[in-house]
C-alpha cells in the first residue's frame, strides 16, 4: 500500500474543498483559490475535516497515481494557506537585477538585458543580489524560478551566475600554468 497515499489530509479552518464530478477538485483558502482534475481513478472523499485518497486496485498505474494524487491536493492545501516560496541567488562582478513594475530586469553579463514578465498569479521582490518568487501554485514557482536560473546557470570554475539560495555548486579547479 501506498505510504504516502493511505495518510489523510487535514484540511485546516478557514480552507473549503469541493470535488466535482471527474475528480475536479477545488481548493479554496485565504491566499486564493486552485482547481485541478486530478486521475478519475482514484476515489476522493471528503471525511469531516480530512480528505482520504483510496484506489480501485492494486495495479502498478493505481499504486503510482495514488501517491500523486494524494500529494497534489495537500500541495494545493498548503498553497491557499501558507504559500510557496524560491529564493535564488545572483552571483558575478556586474550581474544585477531589478523590478520595473510587473518586469523583472536581469543584467547577466549579455549584451543586452533579459526581461522577463512575472506570469499571473506569482510575484518576484528582488533584494539586493536575492530574487524571492512567491505564489498559491507550487507547480508554477517552480516553474518560474527554474527559467530565471535558466537565463545564467551557475558555472563551476568561478561560481558566478543564477543559484536556489539552497543549491550547492560543485566546484572545478581551473586551469594550471605550463612549466
Request: aromatic share 4%; hydrophobic share 35%.
Amino acid at each position: 500500500m501506498s505510504r504516502i497515499g493511505r495518510m489523510p489530509i487535514a484540511v485546516p479552518a478557514g480552507v473549503t474543498v469541493d470535488i466535482a464530478e471527474n475528480n475536479q477538485v477545488t481548493v479554496k483558502g485565504p491566499k486564493g483559490t486552485l482547481s485541478r482534475v486530478l486521475p478519475a481513478e482514484m476515489d476522493i472523499k471528503l471525511e469531516g475535516d480530512q480528505i482520504v485518497v483510496t484506489r480501485p486496485n492494486d495495479l502498478k498505474k493505481m499504486k503510482s497515481l495514488h501517491g500523486l494524487t494524494r500529494t497534489l491536493i495537500n500541495n494545493m492545501v498548503i498553497g491557499v494557506t501558507d504559500g510557496y516560496t524560491k529564493v535564488l541567488e545572483v552571483n558575478g562582478v556586474g550581474y544585477r537585477v531589478t523590478k520595473q513594475g510587473k518586469k523583472l530586469v536581469l543584467n547577466l553579463g549579455y549584451s543586452h538585458p533579459v526581461e522577463m514578465e512575472d506570469p499571473e498569479g506569482l510575484e518576484a521582490k528582488v533584494e539586493g543580489n536575492t530574487i524571492t518568487v512567491s505564489g498559491i501554485d507550487k507547480e508554477k514557482v517552480g516553474q518560474y524560478a527554474a527559467e530565471i536560473r535558466e537565463k545564467r546557470a551557475p558555472e563551476p570554475y568561478k561560481g558566478k551566475g543564477i543559484k536556489y539560495a539552497d543549491e550547492v555548486i560543485r566546484r572545478k579547479v581551473g586551469k594550471t600554468g605550463k612549466k
